[in-house]
């Protein structure tokens, strides 16, 4: 945005390394430049359907265009970007120039600003000075205490440390650590083989060593803030520009338009980054054709002959782009700091050591494989259960924060944020409601395409349901579809006028609605007569807790088949005794099952009946904790129904977190059960729902009962056969091949006690 | 160009346990990449469909 700077950094990579390109360009980018910027954007983001595209703005100082400049900029790129897709804006600067009128600009326009410190005074001002030699330090973290400001904080993104081996790390650690920064990103100074970096004493790899110190008190004082270098180099850590293997996805357009490669390779020599495009002619297509691009696009394969032979190349990926230089070989190299890179994943692998068991054998089994160990039992212990649902919940959490980015801050957030603090259970119980997921996600799928109209947003709904339970007084208005309102695991409000939008207040015991021509005051007296228009979700008492009958939350209809319409009385208190009664019979035939049932099943749905398929169910991976299925008045057939169902439930879970499927795969896999092959996840769904099936018609074989056995023997061979197809159609990842491998080894020990 | 985001990969474990002891303000800024793992995974697809899961519909042969 503007390529100059009011600092003069000696370690600079624009101004003080081999690039120089920065003389000849304009001193800010001028606001015709922007405009051509953001409808390249707009353009590529459209044409390829983008669901997220990132911005960050750069300099020199991009402080330097002023709060009246900058706000050009984020009103071009808002306005030509947001309509096709979600723009995530963000911020790099020293903060040397940061006021309160600029912190408001990026709260109003939603831009997360980093700021560059050094760590400690001695530290920051080895390198960051102003041209006059006199300290920035105290000038930064005037900026860092003003984005800390509860006013601000939503904008404070992180702290950008660049690394000195010279500085004293525990003091660099405790000054970032102090100025409680949500992210730290700390960077290897830029240095190539032509190049290498400072190595001040003997020991060969200081980087390491230096970085390893902070690894250690980072993970000592329980990972206060994230500090991406770790996070990122943790097997599965996700990638970086600067580690991992997937694809560069970074372009830069310079003050003049020109679009250029990734900034960081002004380190390696004088127009290093240039790729002879430029926004006015050329489109982000014809950039990224670049073949300093396209060769980054090349994961492993793009890498040099060390590297491609690493054992640790997918953590490292390399290192970064520009610190593979060398005259001669090009970035055909492993990076200039490979030595350091490799010891530091070693440290970060080997701190904290891993806890031995109670035992005392050493035991070397993953969190993953535990998890997975335990599931493959065939139920899963009431701590896995525990932590299955404790991970859908966070999933929600941020579903909905990932809400709130999209529609900013409104009085429906404010609530939610306040009554997280102030009555977290309240919280906690609405957004354990299964069906809230489904409607989160429909409101950040619809909002993401232009054109199409938006879906009813949900916080507020939450918002009062929430303060229901909490019983806080609270005011908003709620979308109204189709004259209700339905606050999630409480009930519906039917009322014929209410118009589009609703204000609603609420009172201890009791909420007011007022919209269109209506207005109503509804007790929540559980034991009174409801109020008009009020249908109170029903629940029933089972072993596990209260089990909701869900029939009037509109996202229940999530299952690919048509939903019940709220029952009446007496269907409803019939579905009831049914589902108590199955319950009391998984505790009875498979207990391990039912505790399983206990930790998570808050919700049944009554799917529509149809004469032709009498007997149906179904779970939905957006809606965990809930199945459905078809009112029933046999409690034995039910109980299997929410065993089997379970099942799904409690895998698509962990599908949520891992892959056990490879991904891709177009293999299709014959099942004893169908007569049409069927895709790996849903073969793995039915082999995990058959054993748990075959657990139940094992323990009812015990006692007897009629045909038990055989439907025993029945499952078990559609078990095993099913999953010794999964196994053989090398579909499975790691993770998934030792799943089934267990499973398999858990239907062999379910056969034996069987005989 | 180290303030873009991390390219996320899946919802990690300990980053969706420790995000329950955050407040729901601030989610959004100290758990960015989780944010984004998710929204891509759950909301946009990535490698597990978005939806309803195929079972839903092999659960009627049961």
Same mark, same amino acid.
């Given at each position: 945005?503007?390529?100059?700077?009011? &600092?003069?950094?000696?370690?600079?990579?624009?101004?003080?390394?081999?690039?120089?390109?920065?003389?000849?360009?304009?001193?800010?980018?001028?606001?015709?430049?922007?405009?051509?910027?953001?409808?390249?954007?707009?353009?590529?983001?459209?044409?390829?359907?983008?669901?997220?595209?990132?911005?960050?703005?750069?300099?020199?100082?991009?402080?330097?265009?002023?709060?009246?400049?900058?706000?050009?900029?984020?009103?071009?790129l %808002?306005?030509?970007?947001?309509?096709?897709?979600?723009?995530?804006?963000?911020?790099?600067?020293?903060?040397v120039?940061?006021?309160?009128?600029?912190?408001?600009?990026?709260?109003?326009?939603?831009?997360?600003?980093?700021?560059?410190?050094?760590?400690?005074?001695?530290?920051?001002?080895?390198?960051?000075?102003?041209?006059?030699?006199?300290?920035?330090?105290?000038?930064?973290?005037?900026?860092?205490?003003?984005?800390?400001?509860?006013?601000?904080?939503?904008?404070?993104a992180?702290?950008?440390?660049?690394?000195?081996?010279?500085?004293?790390?525990?003091?660099?650690?405790? !000054?970032?650590?102090?100025?409680?920064?949500?992210?730290?990103?700390?960077?290897?100074?830029?240095?190539?083989?032509?190049?290498?970096?400072?190595?001040?004493?003997?020991?060969?790899?200081?980087?390491?060593?230096?970085?390893?110190?902070?690894?250690?008190?980072?993970?000592?004082?329980?990972?206060?803030?994230?500090?991406?270098?770790?996070?990122?180099?943790?097997?599965?850590?996700?990638?970086?520009?600067?580690?991992?293997?997937?694809?560069?996805?970074?372009?830069?357009?310079?003050?003049d338009?020109?679009?250029?490669?990734v900034d960081?390779?002004?380190?390696?020599?004088h127009?290093?980054?240039?790729?002879?495009?430029d926004?006015?002619?050329?489109s982000?297509?014809?950039?990224?054709?670049?073949?300093?691009?396209?060769? %980054?696009?090349?994961?492993?394969?793009?890498?040099?002959?060390?590297?491609?032979?690493?054992?640790?190349?997918?953590?490292?990926?390399?290192?970064?782009?520009?610190?593979?230089?060398?005259t001669g070989?090009?970035?055909?190299?492993?990076?200039?700091?490979?030595?350091?890179?490799?010891?530091?994943?070693? #440290?970060?692998?080997?701190?904290?050591?891993?806890?031995?068991?109670?035992?005392g054998?050493?035991?070397?089994?993953?969190?993953?494989?535990?998890?997975?160990?335990?599931?493959?039992?065939?139920?899963?212990?009431?701590?896995?259960?525990?932590?299955?649902?404790?991970?859908? &919940?966070?999933?929600?959490?941020?579903?909905?924060?990932?809400?709130?980015?999209?529609?900013?801050?409104?009085?429906? @957030?404010?609530?939610?944020?306040?009554?997280?603090? !102030?009555?977290?259970?309240?919280?906690?119980?609405?957004?354990?409601?299964?069906?809230?997921?489904?409607?989160?996600?429909? %409101?950040?799928?619809?909002?993401?395409p232009?054109?199409?109209?938006?879906?009813?947003?949900?916080?507020?709904?939450?918002?009062?349901?929430?303060?229901?339970?909490?019983?806080?007084?609270?005011?908003?208005?709620?979308? +109204?579809?189709a004259?209700?309102?339905?606050?999630?695991?409480?009930?519906?409000?039917?009322l014929?006028?209410?118009?589009?939008?609703?204000?609603?207040?609420v009172?201890?015991?009791?909420?007011?609605?007022?919209?269109?021509?209506?207005?109503? #005051?509804?007790?929540?007296?559980?034991?009174?007569q409801?109020? #008009?228009?009020?249908?109170?979700?029903?629940?029933?008492?089972?072993?596990?807790?209260?089990?909701?009958?869900?029939?009037?939350?509109?996202?229940?209809?999530?299952?690919?088949?048509?939903?019940?319409?709220?029952?009446?009385?007496?269907?409803?208190?019939?579905?009831?005794?049914?589902?108590?009664?199955?319950w009391?019979?998984?505790?009875?035939?498979?207990?391990?099952?039912?505790?399983? &049932?206990?930790?998570?099943?808050?919700?049944?749905?009554?799917?529509?009946?149809?004469?032709?398929?009498?007997?149906?169910s179904?779970?939905?991976?957006?809606?965990?904790?809930?199945?459905?299925?078809?009112?029933?008045?046999?409690?034995?057939?039910?109980?299997?129904?929410?065993?089997?169902?379970?099942?799904?439930a409690?895998?698509?879970? +962990?599908?949520?977190?891992?892959?056990?499927?490879?991904?891709?795969?177009? !293999?299709?896999?014959?099942?004893?059960?169908?007569?049409?092959?069927?895709?790996?996840?849903?073969?793995?769904?039915?082999?995990?729902?058959?054993?748990?099936?075959?657990q139940? @018609?094992?323990?009812?074989?015990?006692?007897?009962?009629?045909?038990?056995?055989a439907?025993?023997?029945?499952?078990?061979?559609?078990?095993?056969?099913?999953?010794?197809?999964?196994?053989?159609?090398?579909?499975?990842?790691?993770?998934?091949?030792?799943f089934?491998?267990?499973?398999?080894h858990?239907?062999?020990?379910?056969?034996?006690?069987?005989? | 160009?180290?303030?873009?985001?991390?390219?996320?990969?899946?919802?990690?474990?300990?980053?969706?346990?420790?995000?329950?002891?955050?407040?729901? =303000?601030?989610?959004?800024? =100290?758990?960015?990449?989780?944010? =984004?793992?998710?929204?891509?995974?759950?909301? =946009?697809?990535?490698?597990?469909?978005?939806?309803?899961?195929?079972?839903?519909?092999?659960?009627?042969?049961?």
């Amino acid at each position: 945005m503007h390529s100059r700077c009011d &600092l003069s950094c000696d370690h600079c990579y624009v101004y003080q390394h081999a690039d120089q390109t920065w003389r000849g360009r304009p001193v800010r980018m001028p606001l015709a430049t922007v405009r051509a910027v953001a409808q390249r954007i707009a353009e590529h983001a459209r044409e390829h359907e983008l669901p997220v595209v990132h911005v960050v703005l750069h300099g020199g100082e991009p402080l330097l265009l002023g709060a009246a400049g900058l706000r050009e900029v984020l009103a071009e790129l %808002r306005a030509a970007i947001t309509p096709w897709t979600r723009l995530d804006l963000r911020m790099q600067t020293n903060g040397v120039l940061l006021d309160e009128e600029l912190c408001r600009l990026f709260v109003e326009y939603d831009v997360r600003v980093g700021v560059s410190l050094d760590g400690d005074r001695a530290a920051n001002d080895r390198h960051r000075v102003f041209a006059h030699g006199g300290s920035s330090h105290d000038h930064v973290r005037r900026a860092l205490a003003l984005l800390r400001r509860p006013e601000h904080r939503a904008s404070y993104a992180g702290i950008l440390c660049t690394i000195d081996v010279r500085n004293d790390p525990d003091r660099v650690y405790e !000054a970032l650590l102090a100025e409680s920064p949500p992210r730290v990103d700390l960077l290897l100074p830029h240095a190539t083989w032509d190049h290498p970096p400072e190595r001040p004493g003997p020991e060969p790899t200081p980087y390491a060593d230096w970085l390893g110190r902070i690894h250690r008190r980072w993970v000592d004082d329980g990972r206060p803030m994230s500090i991406r270098m770790f996070e990122a180099l943790r097997p599965g850590g996700g990638g970086t520009e600067a580690f991992g293997l997937a694809p560069a996805d970074v372009l830069v357009v310079e003050a003049d338009g020109s679009w250029e490669q990734v900034d960081s390779l002004k380190t390696a020599y004088h127009g290093a980054a240039g790729t002879g495009f430029d926004v006015f002619d050329h489109s982000v297509d014809e950039a990224t054709r670049h073949p300093g691009v396209a060769v %980054r696009q090349d994961g492993v394969a793009g890498l040099c002959a060390t590297c491609r032979a690493c054992p640790v190349v997918d953590r490292c990926g390399g290192g970064l782009y520009a610190h593979r230089w060398r005259t001669g070989s090009g970035f055909d190299n492993p990076s200039v700091y490979c030595a350091d890179l490799l010891r530091l994943i070693d #440290t970060v692998d080997a701190y904290p050591p891993p806890t031995p068991p109670a035992s005392g054998e050493l035991s070397t089994i993953s969190p993953v494989d535990e998890l997975l160990d335990d599931l493959a039992t065939g139920h899963g212990s009431a701590s896995t259960l525990a932590l299955l649902a404790a991970t859908q &919940l966070s999933i929600t959490r941020a579903l909905l924060a990932a809400c709130r980015d999209g529609s900013g801050t409104t009085p429906a @957030w404010e609530l939610l944020v306040h009554l997280d603090q !102030a009555a977290p259970e309240a919280i906690r119980a609405v957004l354990a409601h299964p069906f809230v997921r489904p409607g989160l996600v429909h %409101r950040l799928h619809s909002s993401a395409p232009p054109g199409v109209g938006a879906a009813v947003d949900p916080l507020p709904a939450l918002a009062i349901a929430a303060a229901l339970r909490a019983g806080v007084p609270a005011a908003l208005h709620v979308p +109204v579809r189709a004259d209700t309102i339905t606050f999630p695991a409480l009930g519906s409000l039917v009322l014929p006028g209410l118009g589009e939008s609703a204000e609603v207040t609420v009172r201890p015991g009791e909420f007011q609605v007022r919209g269109g021509s209506v207005e109503q #005051t509804v007790l929540l007296d559980p034991v009174a007569q409801p109020s #008009t228009g009020w249908f109170p979700t029903r629940d029933v008492s089972v072993p596990g807790g209260r089990l909701l009958l869900e029939d009037g939350d509109p996202y229940r209809d999530c299952y690919g088949q048509p939903v019940e319409p709220r029952l009446d009385g007496p269907a409803a208190r019939a579905l009831g005794r049914t589902l108590a009664e199955a319950w009391r019979v998984v505790h009875r035939d498979v207990p391990a099952h039912a505790a399983a &049932l206990d930790g998570g099943l808050r919700a049944v749905v009554p799917l529509a009946a149809d004469p032709a398929r009498p007997l149906r169910s179904a779970t939905a991976r957006h809606a965990f904790g809930a199945v459905a299925v078809t009112p029933h008045s046999d409690p034995e057939t039910m109980a299997v129904l929410l065993v089997h169902e379970w099942q799904h439930a409690k895998l698509g879970a +962990v599908l949520d977190l891992y892959d056990l499927v490879e991904s891709g795969q177009a !293999a299709q896999i014959r099942v004893p059960w169908r007569p049409d092959p069927r895709p790996p996840e849903g073969v793995l769904q039915g082999v995990y729902a058959h054993l748990a099936i075959t657990q139940v @018609w094992q323990s009812r074989a015990a006692t007897d009962q009629g045909d038990a056995s055989a439907n025993a023997a029945h499952f078990l061979a559609w078990t095993r056969d099913g999953a010794d197809a999964l196994l053989a159609s090398r579909s499975l990842t790691a993770a998934g091949e030792r799943f089934v491998g267990q499973l398999r080894h858990a239907l062999e020990e379910t056969r034996a006690g069987a005989g | 160009m180290d303030n873009a985001p991390t390219r996320p990969s899946r919802p990690g474990l300990d980053d969706l346990t420790h995000s329950l002891d955050i407040p729901l =303000e601030r989610i959004a800024v =100290e758990h960015a990449d989780l944010v =984004e793992a998710i929204r891509r995974r759950v909301v =946009e697809g990535g490698p597990v469909p978005s939806g309803t899961v195929p079972v839903a519909l092999f659960n009627s042969a049961i």
